[in-house]
T-cell receptor
């Protein structure tokens, strides 16, 4: 099993450009999450999904959109990137919600100039 | 919603000594408290968790204690080794049940040989 994978691993964007981060999991998990990690700020939840076709906002959703068209994939979109979105983005998945272990992907380092 | 405070933000210990990291939470309905370890450049991984029906859980050199009355839980690492050097995150569900986790801001542990 590959577990949770993320594409791409690194990306540099100019302000105003758009991009999509792809998360894929092969563990048949219902729940998927997108976090951003900034120095000293821990892991902050952007959006999450409790199943195929569903999405919900987390703590810091502004400037991001998500889609979960297939159970195994969770896409994070930035429509107009801003320097404040420079961060490391982690995807995670779990069997259930808050009381289940989350399995994280390797992360995507995004720099917006 | 849940608020999770984690202390200290940095911790240095001599190899062989013990390390303790403490987290407090705000929602008395929270019932699941995991700890994640993130090595430099790697993804977070679950190392131990505790549910609200027990007060302590051990796994070799690591243990977690929970005080529901005071709404705090702690990670204890005994006989620390250089490979314990990492960032440790505590977390708690936003509410009880299948809701996302809120993570603390992390503790950077350095074990000095």
């Amino acid at each position: 099993n590959a577990g949770v994978t993320q594409t791409p691993k690194f990306r540099v964007l100019k302000t105003g450009q758009s991009m999509t981060l792809l998360c894929a999991q092969d563990m048949n998990h219902e729940y998927m999450y997108w976090y951003r990690q900034d120095p000293g700020m821990g892991l902050r939840l952007i959006h999450y999904s409790v199943g195929e076709g569903t999405t919900a906002k987390g703590e810091v959703p502004d400037g991001y959109n998500v889609s979960r068209l297939k159970k195994q994939n969770f896409l994070l979109g930035l429509e107009s990137a801003a320097p404040s979105q420079t961060s490391v983005y982690f995807c995670a998945s779990s069997t259930g919600g808050g009381s289940y272990e989350q399995y994280f992907g390797p992360g995507t380092r995004l720099t917006v100039t | 919603g849940e608020n999770v405070e984690q202390h200290p933000s940095t911790l240095s210990v001599q190899e062989g000594d013990s390390a303790v990291i403490k987290c407090t939470y705000s929602d008395s309905a929270s019932n699941y408290f995991p700890w994640y370890k993130q090595e430099l450049g790697k993804r977070p991984q679950l190392i131990i968790d505790i549910r609200s029906n027990v007060g302590e859980k051990k796994d070799q050199r690591i243990a977690v204690t929970l005080n529901k009355t005071a709404k705090h839980f702690s990670l204890h690492i005994t006989e620390t080794q250089p490979e314990d050097s990492a960032v440790y995150f505590c977390a708690a569900p936003v509410n009880s049940g299948n809701t996302p986790l809120v993570f603390g801001k992390g503790t950077r542990l350095s074990v000095i040989a």
